[in-house]
């Protein structure tokens, strides 16, 4: 089974507007962080936001912010104030903590296309 | 900028060869990870190590292995490429496990 699911294969957004990109994930571990990057055309993988299961706050950082859903199991983010440079492809990753290994496990990215 | 470099960038190889990617930080981080990325896939995880000697097979760890001798490097080997490994490898590296990971640049590996 799938541990981190992005059902939208591709979003379509208009500058300045805000757009929600979707995470649900799965874990049984209660102690676990939840990443979002971006990676751009040109390939890099850029972090963008983290939030761990314990904050009690929705992490925030600039125009990106993740909401957070503990009881739905989702962590999704929102742009706010779209840019054309925000076009990419969007991934939301899970770490758990219950083993040594803490691997870290990506969804299969959502394409974000941002037009003006 | 995070430290981590990886090399080759490229490389383009011939099916049945072994093949061995290396990535290097400078970070003195304890995680460091092996992801494939292809269209439709997302990145996927191959080997993962959480300290010197220390690995653990991720998801799609068959045809690969992996050794980390010291801090600083991680190396995946692909025993005999076949043309299903043909992919964009990335290797990332974390501090630990409530960090973000620092992502390499990429090596684009043709198996022909």
């Known amino acids: 089974a799938q541990k981190i699911t992005q059902t939208q294969p591709g979003m379509f957004v208009q500058e300045k507007e805000a757009v929600t990109l979707d995470c649900t994930y799965d874990t049984s571990d209660p102690s676990y962080g939840l990443f979002w990057y971006k990676q751009p055309s040109s390939g890099e993988m850029i972090f963008l936001i983290y939030?761990?299961?314990?904050?009690?706050q929705n992490a925030t950082e600039g125009r990106y912010s993740l909401n957070f859903q503990k009881a739905r199991k989702s962590a999704n983010l929102v742009i706010s104030a779209s840019q054309l440079g925000d076009s990419a492809m969007y991934f939301c990753a899970m770490r758990e903590v219950n083993q040594a290994g803490t691997a870290l496990i990506f969804g299969k990215g959502t394409t974000l296309s941002v037009s003006s | 900028d995070a430290g981590i470099t990886q090399s080759p960038r490229h490389k383009v190889t011939e099916t049945g060869t072994p093949v061995t990617l290396r990535c290097h930080q400078t970070?003195?981080?304890?995680?460091m990870y092996w992801y494939r990325q292809d269209p439709g896939h997302g990145l996927r995880l191959i080997h993962y190590?959480?300290?010197?000697?220390?690995?653990d097979k991720g998801e799609v760890s068959d045809g690969y292995s992996v050794s980390r001798s010291k801090t600083e490097d991680f190396l995946l080997t692909l025993e005999s490429a076949t043309s299903s490994q043909t992919s964009v490898y990335f290797c990332?590296?974390?501090?630990?496990?409530?960090?973000?990971?620092?992502f390499g640049q990429g090596t684009r590996l043709t198996v022909v």
């Open positions: 990332a590296i974390s501090e630990s496990w409530n960090t973000e990971a620092f």
């Open positions: 190590s959480y300290g010197v000697k220390d690995t």
């Open positions: 939030q761990g299961s314990y904050d009690q």
């Open positions: 970070e003195n981080h304890r995680y």
